[in-house]
């Protein structure tokens, strides 16, 4: 990351590297995605699940790395890695990973913050030195705008020292701000900030993989069924294990 990055992420409390994921990788992602958007649940293979039930507006499924052996180049891009490393402050690993698609009146309602405190997500800065305990990455599969649904932030909320003072509904929150990505980029945020999306009006599908990464020494986020099978580190080269801490 270079000082302009270090200071809108520290700032914002997230960042957007545009064009990190190869035109191909992405096509080939999404046919992956095709296949389980038509899929039942109970034809996942093992870890995959729902990671909340399923509608006609929204379908989350997690541990989505394992559903395929193409996932496995979004884990280490070098430039995404750089920026989670640089604001962890420390030791880090792929804690664990998602999908989530939505249609026409899907949205994720409005969660984290930096007040009160949360034990997993917090986020300080001291000494020029970040310290983001969890940090995701999101990567659009599709182009992605306000009317789409697309990610959504209360911008520097993962520093704030008061409540939120609204509900968890996108519409009710005024400062919140939509942040549009294209296919092929990758948005990194701390867990801290207050996030979500905007409610998708145009009825085109988003569709976004989620990869996330916890300060070294953190627990598995728990949760939405969030684990690594038994038998994926054998799926791994050695510096992959290694990111994962399964070696």
Not at 4 to 10: E, G, H, P
Not at 146 to 160: M, N, Q, R, T, Y
Not at 224 to 239: K, M, T, Y
């Amino acid at each position: 990351m270079n000082d302009t990055q270090k200071y809108l992420f520290d700032l914002q409390g997230y960042l957007v590297l545009e064009g990190v994921v190869d035109a191909a990788l992405v096509t080939a992602c999404n046919a992956v995605l095709d296949r389980y958007e038509q899929m039942p649940e109970v034809e996942y293979p093992p870890p995959l699940c729902l990671g909340q039930e399923r509608s006609q507006e929204n379908l989350y499924i997690s541990n989505i790395l394992e559903g395929d052996d193409v996932f496995l180049d979004l884990m280490d891009i070098p430039i995404v890695l750089d920026a989670v490393s640089t604001v962890t402050g420390g030791p880090y690993r792929l804690n664990h990973t998602y999908t989530i698609y939505r249609w026409g009146g899907g949205f994720t309602g409005m969660h984290m913050h930096g007040t009160p405190i949360i034990p997993k997500c917090q986020y300080h800065c001291r000494n020029g030195e970040m310290v983001s305990t969890l940090t995701k990455v999101v990567f659009p599969m599709l182009d992605c705008g306000p009317e789409d649904g697309c990610f959504a932030v209360i911008p520097g909320a993962h520093k704030s020292n008061f409540a939120r003072p609204w509900g968890n509904h996108p519409e009710e929150n005024p400062p919140l701000t939509p942040v549009p990505a294209k296919a092929g980029d990758a948005i990194i945020f701390t867990e801290a900030l207050t996030h979500g999306s905007m409610v998708n009006t145009s009825g085109r599908p988003r569709r976004t993989l989620y990869f996330c990464y916890s300060i070294g020494y953190m627990p598995d986020w728990g949760g939405q069924g969030l684990v690594f099978g038994d038998d994926f580190a054998g799926r791994l080269s050695e510096p992959r294990q290694t990111l994962l801490q399964l070696k």
